[in-house]
């Protein structure tokens, strides 16, 4: 189409061009923050955090104490000390895991070292992302 047939009521002026310029490259910096145009959708988990306590409730220690490397009265009472520090409250729209949720999976960390567990064992396992088990630690 030529300037000549172009419609007036659609020419833009100088000041619609830049704004319109400015935010066409906001957009496209937005694009290049998140690296993709739609929500991702999270891989399915199982996660096994619920065979802590019905190996507890079996009194089947030796299980629980081969996750945690300690004994479930031990775990409880660590629970009990950490659920009201400060460190685990925020004021975020993104809400912390649950203080058990967060100590196991630090205690599941930390009770293996060298070859014995992997970031991503642990995730699958408690049915979180790598970004979570590392916030844990």
């Known amino acids: 189409m030529s300037e000549a047939t172009f419609p007036a ?65 031990v775990f409880a009472y660590l629970i009990k000390k950490l659920e009201g520090h400060p460190v685990f409250s925020n004021n975020s729209n993104n809400p912390q895991l649950p203080v058990p949720v967060q100590l196991t999976i630090f205690l599941n960390g930390v009770g293996h070292y060298g070859n014995g567990v992997a970031t991503e064992d642990i995730a699958e396992w408690a049915g979180v992302s790598v970004g979570t088990v590392y916030n844990c630690y």
């Open 9 to 73: 009521e659609l020419a833009l002026d100088h000041c619609q061009l830049i704004s319109f310029e400015n935010a066409i490259v906001a957009l496209a910096d937005e694009v290049e923050k998140l690296h993709y145009l739609t929500a991702c959708k999270r891989a399915p988990c199982a996660p096994q955090l619920q065979l802590l306590e019905e190996w507890n409730l079996n009194n089947d220690l030796k299980k629980f104490h081969c996750k945690l490397h300690v004994d479930p009265d």
